[in-house]
Every structure is written in C-alpha cells, then in structure tokens.
C-alpha cells in the first residue's frame, strides 16, 4: 500500500518527467561508478587512498539506495555487482595516481613532441619518451614542431602543487596530459620531421592558413586541427562565454556523427565501421580533446546498442564514457576540459527528459547549464561572462547549422574546385554575421559572475538535483541528496 509521503513524491515526480526512471540500476547504472570514482579521486587528497576509495563507495552506495523507491526482484545481486566493479575501478585510479615513478636525475635521450602550447612569453611542449612523458618549457624562436622526432637532454624535476586553493597546479595540469616529470631542457633539436597523423595535421594546417579567407582560416584551424591563433577572435568569444564553440568538443563531434549517419548508405555493422572511423580520424586530426573523446566513446556505446538491439541511455552513456576516461588517466579528473565536458554533458542528458515542453527545454536547459559549469570558468578565469547565459541559448542550436555549413563551404577552396570564391565570400559573410551578433550580445549583456559561495552551491544544488531525479528519486529525495552533496562539498571545501 503506498504512503501519502510517497504518492506525493510520485505526482511531483511526474511533473518533472514524461517518462519517469524504473531506478537506477536500470536506468543508469555507469552513473554510480562514475560517482564512486569521481569521489575517490577527489577525496584521495584528504585521505589515505583506502579511506578515500571507501568513502567515496560508501557515499555512492548511499546515493544510490535514496534514489531507489522500490528495490525490486533482483536488486541486490545488480547492486553488489555495481559495487563490486566500482570498487575495483576505484582501487586501480588510486593505485595509479599515488604510485611513484623511479625516474633519474637527469636524461639524455630520444622522443617525440606530442604537443606545443605558445604563450605570451614562452612554449610548453609535451614530449613523449621511452621513459615517459615530460613537460617542458622553451624559450626563443627555436621550436620543434609537433610530430618531430627530437633528441633532448635534461634534468628532472617534481612538478609544484598549488600554493593556494585556486592557484595554478601544474601537477595537476600536467598530470592530467600524462607527463610524469617536469624537465628542465640544456638541449633539444629535431632530428627527424613530424610523421603519420602529425604530418597529416601540419599539412591540413598549412593549406587551410594558404588557401581560405582570414575568418574561415581561423575558424576551421580550431573546428579541425585545434588551433586558435587569432587572438582577436578568441578574446571575443572568451568575453561573450562562446569559448567552447571554438575548442572541439562534443557538440562538434555530434554534428559531424549526425552528417555522417545521415550520409552513409548503409546498415548494420557496415554503418557502425564506417561511422565509427569517421568520428575517430575526425578526432586524431584535432588532437584527441578529452571533450571530443568522452562524446566518441558515447556515440560508439550507442551505435553499438543500435547494433545489437539493446536499449541506449543517454546519460548513462556519458557515465559510462566519462568512467572509461578516469580509468585510463585519472588525473584527468582535475582538468577543466574534463570537469566542463563531463559536468554539461551529464546535466544535458540528465536534464532535457525532465521538460515535456519543448519550448521550455529549450530556454531553461541553457539557462541552468550556465550555473552548472560558472563555478568551473570562474574558478580558473577569475570570471563568467553573464553573456553565456543569453547567447549560448541562441549560439548552440544554430552553431549546428553554422559548422557543417562553413565545413562544406570550405571544401571548394581548400581543393581549388570551380565557384571557390563563391563558396569563399559565403562562407566570410556567414562567419561576419556570427562575429557582430555575438559582439552585440557581448556588449548588450556586459558584466561577469566572480566565483563566490552562492554560485557554487547552485551549481552543485541544480546539477545533483537534476541527476538525482533522472535516477528515478522523485523531488523531494533528490532535494535532499543535493542539499546533502552541497552540505558535504562545503565542508571538503574547509578541510
């Protein structure tokens, strides 16, 4: 017989959802594991590492209990499964990230540039070497490129944590890229030109920069190798909040999955092959970013349950996707890339079924997406622009029309083909149009949020609300996990 308490609890519910959740287990069951790692590896930096990882199962575990309503038939053994493969996944990130690395003084060896990052007064390169990969900083006009073979010869150090909270950790950054020690460079020279997918990338950058317009140029640069070197461009959108549409992330990796899938005359295994290698080169030529990563791993877990012909959650997808990327570098946990990707593509997912409007998903979901992810733009850029709040909610949706439509524009001048001026002027106007109206809004919605206390608790407030109801909790148990969640993260937060 059903309680007052809970027949209220199921009519709020309703009216937050057309089709409210079984339970957890069945509806997200990735989403726990994820939680049981995120808290672990946040944890570990208060606690011993078995303490952390069983405080974060224990707190995960809970959170999964109050979101059940109903523990069915076959409950337990589903649960303790859960709990079984999130503490092995728990145990092996925190074996990774507090074991040692034996390395010498100093090194005198071969590699290859994985990554050079310009800035205002010096490079950083990532190195890959037979003993691991390094972080290291050049200044002056001598810069290997990206893809090069290099001989380097140098001294190790430790990378320095943060002095403050909110401070640059450079452990955490570079740990988070995969590099094990900081290298103080006496020597590196190119020994051997950039090869496979490096040259292919440089080759791309060099035709696009040659061949396109100066608005196209800079705008395919960053939708296709990552690049943004327009400096210009890059301060306008950082100051109207539009940064993500510049980077590759998911949203671009979506648009171009949709072309292919739409575009691809095939079935079955075939369509999966070739839509799957298409997303994958997409993603090699712009230097695998971990938001484009994290939606491939998505999109390859839903193509492969329309494969087989089982049933694909969207947010238990991204859980699944997002615990994959923890388990092979769970460092990335304390990247903003990571933290801003995971964090809007859960409460995206978790969010839009809650809204039986269309019209009203479509205002509120950008709106409240802004207070999810502020505190993480505040927190590493001082500030968010309130800009983001009113333009992202026009920008994202026609930023769907815009990149495949630029992408296709571009094709005739890259290959030189008939009317490629045409399609040249074309694309300049449609990238002009895009510029005046994000400036106009940037101007018309001035101002920025700094991080304080009050943002912080929306965010974790809306987005564990949103997650707990799309679990099956009903209102008031997903209120009480966020105030729950809020409650704890402010007190971690005085630790």
Known sequence: METEGESTENIQSTAFSASPPRSPLSE????????????????????????????GLLISAAALMLCTREAR????????????????????????MNRK???????????????????????????????????????????????????????????KRAKKNGGFDEERYWHSRG?????????????????????????????????????????????????RDDAAIEELHKRAGTSHLLAVSGLHVWIIAGLILSLLPLR????????????????????????GVRSALMIQIMLLSAVVGRPSSAFNNVSAASALLLLANPWSFYALGWRLSVA????????????R??????????VLLWFVTAPFIASVFGEAPLAGLALNAALVPAFGVIFPLVLILSIPPLFELPGAWIASAASESILEALQNFIDAGASLFSGAALFNPALFSASVVIF????????????????????????FMLYSATM
């Open 101 to 159: 690395a034996v390395l010498p003084g100093s090194v005198e060896t071969r590699g290859s540039v994985l990554s050079v990052r310009r800035r205002r007064y010096d490079s950083a390169l990532l190195i890959g070497t037979s003993y691991g990969r390094f972080a290291g900083y050049l200044r002056g006009n001598y810069l290997p490129r990206e893809g090069s073979g290099v001989y380097l010869r140098g001294a190790l150090f430790d990378f």
């Open 464 to 487: 564990s609300a949103a997650c707990a109801l799309r679990c099956g909790s009903g209102l008031q148990r997903a209120l009480l996990l966020s105030v729950f969640f809020l409650l």
């Open 344 to 355: 809007g593509a859960l409460f995206v997912s978790a969010s839009v079924p809650l809204f």
């Open 28 to 55: 997200a069951p990735a989403f726990f594991i994820l939680l049981s790692l995120a808290l672990s590896i946040y944890l570990d930096e208060f606690f011993a590492a078995p303490a952390a990882a069983a405080a």
């Open 179 to 227: 590099a094990v020690k900081k290298i103080v460079l006496f020597e590196i020279r190119e020994i051997s030109p950039p090869k496979r997918i490096a040259r292919w990338r440089a080759a791309l950058a060099e035709l696009i920069d040659e061949r396109l317009a100066p608005l196209t140029s800079a705008y395919m640069a960053a939708f296709t190798v990552g690049r």
């Open 357 to 366: 409007s269309s019209l009203c998903r479509a205002v509120c979901v950008p």
């Open 73 to 96: 038939r076959g409950f337990f053994p589903v649960f303790l499964t859960v709990m079984l493969i999130s503490s092995l996944a728990c145990g092996y990130s925190l074996y990774l």
């Open 268 to 291: 079955g295994m075939l369509r999966f092959a070739a839509a799957s290698a298409s997303i994958w080169l997409y993603l090699l030529v712009s230097g695998l970013p971990v938001g």
